[in-house]
């Protein structure tokens, strides 16, 4: 018995140490009653011995991992604690207390997804861990989400079963409570809890607020004041009167109790900044400043930068970018500060210095996350697309739960054309965030670009109720609806909106209903009233354009955008407006200029590039669009729009090359039908078999498209599967008869025997394009 013991502590391993040693050590008294395995005995008393020595040694090695982790929290540096407390949950990963130190340094380094999943894993592991089940509680009631709202009220239930007299863990109940409509609850747990802790700041402060939002401002006054006189000495208390009576703008008041604060402690830093704020209204700057510099004196290291951020309100930029680097130089660790700075550089628009101070935080610390979300961000605004996605999925691959980078990292993709993956990405931002509107605002965007209707208002539907009483909601759906050819439910919206407030997108929306009525002098007026107050409005000027066109009056529509562009020189989307009605106009001269000044607006568009190469291919310009296309691509080999265009243009020349453009376009996004159809046709001449994979998948995922119908008829064609390829090219033939399906088809019947039909379905197709002899002499 004690050796099958035994060979099972063995095999438990140290994660089960106090399990084994409790299993070994009954044999050990079980054998030592027999003389005869007393040797046994002995060696499981060594196994015994060992194990314990090796528990008490990672239990040691866990202590010591907490202690630096604790002494790393208190000096703020939460990138480097939260590392520690991780290497003491992998010494005793049955142990809750370091996931929930894990999570609280989370949670101070404002990483709340990373903190969820700490401070889970130490409620599963200690259900009876208070501070635990409070933060997790306090996370679930932040959501607003009325489902984590009732987990939130159970759990903390639970908690004040076990310790009644916590009031931290009342003051989270009531604010469920509240969550969940349940006002009055809350104000009777936030009473009860004042009770017996009348000098708890916290209950007092947050039954306050419950008071103002019932609109009980006398109440909330009377609980304040009560938690003073309950805490005559407490500057905190003070502190929190008077930043209620600044918001009721009692500022006498208010100051009278900034100041009594003062007296008692003169470094309070909620005193300090009730009292900035006190002076700023009283237009008491240099008092002000002399207050901010005081604050950024603190030891706190989130008011260093509060005189920095004085000075850039005064229109000081230049001394808040002094002092921001200063504080940077000196306190490399505090990346709150660093952020800050590069945010203020990219406002200086001196992008290069944000850049170079990225670029030595991330050589100090290759896994700095801070620095690669904010340069990532950089890169995106700045056209680096494929460095900012390389940042980006760095960042993921640390925080891989993180909405926003996901949000990002869609936007990136966004802009290199990869609209399915730019979709997965907003999906997964969704999911992990349900209230990260501005992601459900483009992923519905996105369906409409592919006319997938019905999916975009799905993801506008399953948005969080609140969220749908939102202005930008509202105009979204209406957006989509209109897409739909609906006007009668945005109409109503519309008009509601219009009463309050003459929004911008609002009175666009209205000038789209009144185009789809016809009428297009409304339509025209809504632009104009619209470019009137933002002459550099692209959809109001498209509008515009819209209702000109609409009555076959280009030349009016031309003349109006040149008065706009004279009025924005600098913006290249208009220009770019300009470009596309002059080649409209047949004017390919001024076009081309036209397209030049938006190069010249915006020299990191990709856009204005793409266009003038289909320009030089209207002009037979073909070497030059080429060129142009191959400069895109040298500059991202990733842009699937030039890349399939530039194959387009090789394949008559040069096969091989074509084929390699296309493989790269797919590495980019594998399900890009035109990439898949194109390179399908290619290789049926020498790869017939992967062309039949490449065009069944474009087929699957373009039905309707008769190119990729009659490419794959084209392919079954070169295996000799000639009946298969039939109905393939009967249906483009059907849906889109041109001379190149007809001899297509034509050819398919003499290769079944239908001789008489596909002799004259050829003698046709030739009598109406007789190059198609020399074109289409594979068939």
């Known amino acids: 018995m004690s050796w099958a013991l035994i060979g099972r502590a063995q095999r ?30 002995s060696l499981a008393l060594i196994v015994v011995l060992t194990l314990a020595a090796c528990g008490r040694s990672l239990q040691q090695k866990e202590a010591s991992y907490l202690k630096r982790g604790q002494d790393l929290m208190a000096r703020k540096d939460y990138p480097r604690a939260f590392l520690e407390f991780k290497n003491a949950a992998a010494a005793q990963p049955q142990d809750a207390e370091p996931y929930y130190q894990m999570g609280l340094t989370a949670l101070a380094a404002g990483n709340s997804n990373d903190a969820a999943r ?11 861990h208070a501070g635990a089940q409070l933060k997790v509680a306090e996370l679930m009631t932040a959501t607003r989400d009325p489902k984590l709202a009732e987990e939130a009220e159970s759990r903390l239930k639970q908690v004040l079963l076990a310790s009644p007299d916590n009031p931290e863990t009342i003051d989270a109940l009531a604010f469920a409570e509240y969550q969940l409509g349940k006002a009055e609850d809350a104000s009777t747990h ?58 009721r703008q009692k500022f006498d008041l208010a100051e009278a109790e900034v100041l009594g604060a003062l007296k008692l402690d003169a470094r309070n830093s909620s005193a300090l900044l009730t009292l900035a704020a006190i002076q700023m209204h009283s237009h008491l700057a240099a008092e002000a400043e002399q207050t901010y510099k005081i604050l950024s004196a603190l030891p706190d290291q989130r008011y260093r930068p509060l005189h920095a951020m004085f000075l850039f309100r005064q229109n000081q930029r230049e001394a808040a970018l002094t002092e921001l680097k200063k504080l940077a130089g000196k306190y490399p660790e505090d990346r709150a500060t660093r952020s800050r700075l590069v945010a203020l550089y990219g406002l200086m628009n001196r992008i290069p210095e944000a850049e170079q101070e990225l670029d030595a935080a991330l050589k100090r610390n290759p896994n700095d996350q801070d620095a690669l979300w904010q340069r990532g961000q950089l890169y995106l605004e700045t056209g680096k697309i494929s460095q900012a996605e390389n940042d980006l999925q760095r960042v993921l691959r640390f925080r891989p739960d993180w909405a926003e980078a996901h949000f990002a990292l869609a936007r990136a993709r966004g802009l290199k054309g990869e609209a399915r993956s730019e979709r997965q990405e907003l999906a997964e931002a969704i999911r992990l965030n349900r209230n990260l509107l501005e992601a459900r605002l483009v992923l519905a965007r996105s369906f409409i670009a592919i006319g997938d209707t019905k999916s975009a208002l799905q993801v506008l539907d399953e948005a969080p109720a609140p969220q749908k009483k939102t202005l930008d909601f509202l105009i979204e759906r209406n957006w989509e609806m209109l897409r739909t050819g609906n006007s009668r439910e945005p109409r109503y919206y519309i008009d509601a909106i219009l009463k309050i407030e003459r929004v911008p997108e609002a009175i666009l929306q209205d000038g789209v209903v009144k185009l789809g009525d016809k009428d297009y002098a409304g339509a025209r007026g809504d632009a104009e009233e619209v470019l009137r107050k933002d002459p550099e409005n692209v959809k109001a000027a498209h509008l515009l354009v819209d209702s000109y066109l609409a009555q076959k009056q280009l030349s009016p529509a031309v003349d109006r955008v040149r008065q706009l562009v004279s009025q924005r020189p600098s913006s290249a989307a208009l220009r770019f407006l300009l470009a596309q009605l002059l080649v409209s106009s047949n004017d390919l001269v001024q076009a081309r200029v036209a397209f030049a000044a938006a190069k010249k607006a915006a020299p990191q568009s990709f856009e204005v590039d793409l266009a003038m190469a289909g320009l030089d291919v209207a002009e037979n310009r073909i070497f030059d669009a080429r060129q142009k296309l191959s400069a895109i691509v040298a500059r991202d080999g990733t842009n699937v729009r030039a890349l399939l265009l530039l194959a387009d243009l090789t394949a008559p020349i040069d096969e091989t090359a074509a084929i390699a453009l296309y493989r790269s376009a797919m590495a ?14 290619l290789l049926a001449k ?14 699957e995922l373009a039905p309707e498209s008769v190119d990729v119908q009659d490419t794959l008829g084209w392919v079954y064609y070169r295996k000799g599967l000639y009946s298969a390829a039939l109905s393939h090219l009967q249906l483009a033939l059907q849906n889109a008869p041109t001379p190149v399906r007809k001899f297509h088809l034509g050819m398919t019947y003499l290769k079944t025997g239908e001789d008489r039909l596909g002799k004259e379905m050829v003698r ?10 020399k074109t289409e002499r594979g068939w």
């Open 668 to 681: 980019v996004d594998a399900t890009n039908v035109i990439a898949l159809n194109n390179l399908a046709y």
């Open 118 to 128: 700490a401070l889970k894993r130490a409620t599963e592991l200690n259900p009876r």
């Open 764 to 773: 046709a197709a030739l009598l109406q394009d007789p190059n198609l002899v």
């Open 12 to 41: 438990f391993g140290r994660h089960w140490q106090h399990r084994a040693i409790g299993g070994i050590g009954r044999a050990v008294w079980l054998e030592s009653m027999d003389a005869r395995k007393l040797c046994k005995s």
């Open 190 to 247: 936030l009473q009860e809890a004042l009770k017996k802790f009348p000098a708890h700041l916290a209950s007092a402060v947050a039954l306050a607020k419950l008071k103002l939002v019932i609109g009980d401002v006398d109440g909330a006054e009377d609980v304040l004041k009560s938690a003073v006189a309950s805490a005559p000495d407490s500057a905190n208390a003070a502190a929190a009167l008077a930043q209620f009576y600044l918001t």
């Open 686 to 699: 020498d790869k017939p078999d992967e062309a039949v994979k490449l065009a069944q998948q474009a087929v």
